[in-house]
């Protein structure tokens, strides 16, 4: 199968005998996401772009997407959204921005007047693609509010993981230890991806937040955990996050358990009278503990 960058640079090659000519019309989301694995600020740089407006034929004008936010062909078939770097049009075929050698332009009959721009148009059938460069006549770039969720989502400034082990300090074998998490720590958070028309809004929520205590054991709790305060029995368990550590960590590197907790975001979208899901995201935290072998004197 012939990639696109490679359908691009032959078509830049033979430029002067296309018989393509330029075809006017609209142009499906184009963009691409690089996602980076950093546990403390997670998300994804996207570029985006969209000739938008514009009249006669249509070959994009949403990307084919039904109401479900996934791509079809003419013939309601489900197709990928993103191949070889382009995005689908309603045509069921792809399209990214292309840089013409002036001879290409002058074989396709020259510049346009007006908004637009140039388009490699790659249809692919049986295992073999067919490329041509094509003019979008058309307004201003916009987007589909599909593409401006993820560029929403990768504005988000989630916060940081403040881990809270109480009783503070060192902790004691079989003495329950309450786990809580700042509340700073626990803060849905908001960013929005907008261009001239469309505006979108994802917001970040924790769900969860999993604890790996260092001892092989982990905890999964639905919230931040409650923080233990003094006057409480060091001998009640926390309500709703806790755990007991069974054994000292003399054994363990530097004779200290490292407690490692992981929160989970779920990541939704709103805007231009749509709304749904997008990849979630986790944020992580560690500490070091010590766990003495003493056993707690229970009155």
Same mark, same amino acid.
């Given at each position: 199968?012939?990639?696109?960058?490679?359908?691009?640079? *032959?078509?830049?090659?033979?430029?002067?005998?296309?018989?393509?000519?330029?075809?006017?019309?609209?142009?499906?989301?184009?963009?691409?996401?690089?996602?980076?694995?950093?546990?403390?600020?997670?998300?994804?740089?996207?570029?985006?772009?969209?000739? $938008?407006?514009?009249?006669?034929?249509?070959?994009?004008?949403?990307?084919?997407?039904?109401? +479900?936010?996934?791509?079809?062909?003419?013939?309601?078939?489900?197709?990928?959204?993103?191949?070889?770097?382009?995005?689908?049009?309603? +045509?069921?075929?792809?399209?990214?921005?292309?840089?013409?050698?002036?001879?290409?332009?002058?074989?396709?009959?020259?510049?346009?007047?007006?908004? $637009?721009?140039?388009?490699?148009?790659?249809?692919?059938?049986?295992?073999?693609?067919?490329?041509?460069?094509?003019?979008?006549?058309?307004?201003?770039?916009?987007?589909?509010?599909?593409?401006?969720?993820?560029?929403?989502?990768?504005?988000?400034d989630l916060p940081g993981v403040v881990i809270r082990m109480n009783p503070?300090?060192?902790?004691?074998?079989?003495?329950?230890?309450?786990?809580?998490?700042?509340?700073?720590?626990?803060?849905?958070?908001?960013?929005?991806?907008?261009?001239?028309?469309?505006?979108?809004?994802?917001?970040?929520?924790?769900?969860?937040?999993?604890?790996?205590?260092? +001892?092989?054991?982990?905890?999964?709790?639905?919230?931040? $955990?409650?923080?233990?305060?003094?006057?409480?029995?060091?001998?009640?368990?926390?309500?709703?996050?806790?755990?007991?550590?069974?054994?000292?960590?003399?054994?363990?590197?530097?004779?200290?358990?490292? *407690?490692?907790?992981?929160?989970?975001?779920?990541?939704?979208?709103?805007?231009?009278?749509?709304? $749904?899901?997008?990849?979630?995201?986790?944020?992580?935290?560690?500490?070091?503990?010590? *766990?003495?072998?003493?056993?707690?004197?229970?009155?």
């Open positions: 199968m012939l990639k696109l960058a490679r359908v691009a640079a *032959v078509l830049m090659l033979v430029g002067a005998v296309l018989l393509v000519a330029p075809v006017p019309g609209h142009a499906d989301p184009f963009g691409d996401t690089r996602c980076d694995n950093n546990p403390s600020a997670p998300g994804c740089d996207v570029t985006v772009g969209n000739p $938008g407006g514009g009249g006669g034929a249509n070959p994009g004008n949403g990307g084919g997407r039904g109401g +479900d936010g996934k791509c079809r062909n003419p013939s309601g078939e489900e197709i990928p959204c993103e191949r070889e770097g382009a995005w689908a049009g309603a +045509d069921g075929c792809y399209y990214a921005p292309a840089d013409p050698s002036p001879s290409t332009v002058a074989a396709l009959g020259g510049q346009p007047a007006g908004e $637009g721009g140039w388009y490699m148009r790659v249809c692919y059938g049986d295992d073999r693609a067919f490329g041509s460069v094509v003019w979008i006549a058309g307004d201003p770039p916009v987007v589909s509010p599909q593409v401006l969720a993820r560029q929403a989502r990768a504005r988000l503070p300090g060192d902790q004691l074998v079989n003495l329950p230890a309450w786990l809580a998490l700042d509340r700073g720590s626990w803060q849905s958070r908001s960013a929005t991806a907008s261009v001239p028309g469309v505006s979108v809004t994802a917001t970040a929520r924790p769900v969860k937040a999993s604890w790996s205590m260092g +001892d092989g054991v982990t905890v999964t709790c639905a919230g931040p $955990g409650t923080p233990w305060t003094s006057g409480t029995d060091p001998a009640n368990a926390s309500p709703d996050c806790g755990h007991v550590y069974r054994r000292s960590s003399a054994a363990a590197p530097g004779g200290r358990y490292v *407690v490692t907790v992981t929160v989970t975001w779920e990541v939704t979208w709103a805007g231009a009278g749509q709304s $749904g899901t997008v990849a979630g995201l986790t944020t992580t935290g560690q500490l070091q503990t010590r *766990v003495q072998e003493s056993q707690a004197a229970v009155r």
